[in-house]
């Protein structure tokens, strides 16, 4: 069965640099959330999406941005990128009518 | 504010002994609770969920039971195999609902010595 794709796997930016991170939700769910997890913690909820309006907002920093598009894939743009946001960021999706949801592999970031 | 605590940061035990791993809650009614596994480097993965009304659920050699009164859910795996050991998260929605905004417990991170 597809799964929720995440791209790039692994990515290295210098402080202060852009990075972009793209979320392939599974066909059909129109839901997208960004998770961040930062080593040795657990996941934290950053932002979601529905019917590419933004339906919640977590603990994502004004840095950072994203937008889920009319394929209902997402991006999350960070910029001015600093050393504490190096970590695993998810993606998940779902259907509304279900109540749960299905992570990607997640995206590395390290921060130099 | 709400609280997630998951007993103990790492459980070790012997194959095929049943492990149980407890999650706490506090300054929550949630409507269901979940419980992921997470292997190193890779995303949660579902396993269970159960509801406010359920008391158990089942699925193959899992077992969850939720007691609203305690605010406690307890995780069994029966007959563990060192192929279980990972770090097993519970979650509840922020909402108390389905919305998907996630408070994740620190996770407790089994392993199963052959």
């Known amino acids: 069965a597809a799964g929720v794709i995440q791209s790039p796997r692994h990515l290295i930016k210098e402080k202060r640099e852009t990075a972009t991170l793209k979320c392939y939700p599974i066909?059909?769910?129109?839901?997208v959330y960004w998770y961040q997890q930062g080593p040795g913690q657990d996941p934290q909820f950053l932002i979601s999406?529905?019917?590419?309006?933004?339906?919640d907002k977590g603990s994502i920093p004004d840095r950072f941005s994203a937008q889920q598009f009319s394929d209902y894939h997402s991006e999350l743009n960070m910029s001015s990128l600093e050393l504490g946001d190096s970590a695993l960021y998810f993606c998940?999706?779902?259907?509304?009518?279900?109540?749960?949801?299905?992570f990607g592999e997640g995206s590395w970031l390290t921060v130099v | 504010s709400q609280k997630i605590e998951q007993n103990s940061e790492a459980l070790n035990i012997q194959e095929g002994k049943t492990a149980t791993l407890t999650c706490n809650y506090t300054?929550?009614?949630?409507?269901?609770l979940q419980w992921y596994r997470q292997d190193p480097g890779r995303g949660p993965v579902f396993l269970l969920l159960?509801?406010?009304?359920?008391k158990e659920k089942r699925k193959e050699r899992l077992k969850v039971t939720f007691d609203t009164t305690l605010k406690q859910s307890l995780f069994h795996i029966t007959a563990s195999q060192p192929a279980d050991s990972a770090t097993y998260l519970c979650?509840?929605?922020?909402?108390?609902?389905?919305?998907?905004?996630?408070?994740f417990g620190k996770g407790t991170k089994l392993s199963v010595k052959p």
């Open positions: 998940a999706s779902s259907l509304p009518t279900l109540d749960t949801i299905y």
């Open positions: 066909p059909r769910h129109d839901t």
């Open positions: 999406f529905y019917e590419k309006m933004q339906s």
């Open positions: 300054n929550y009614s949630p409507a269901y």
């Open positions: 159960i509801r406010e009304n359920e």
């Open positions: 979650a509840l929605d922020i909402y108390g609902g389905s919305q998907g905004n996630l408070i």
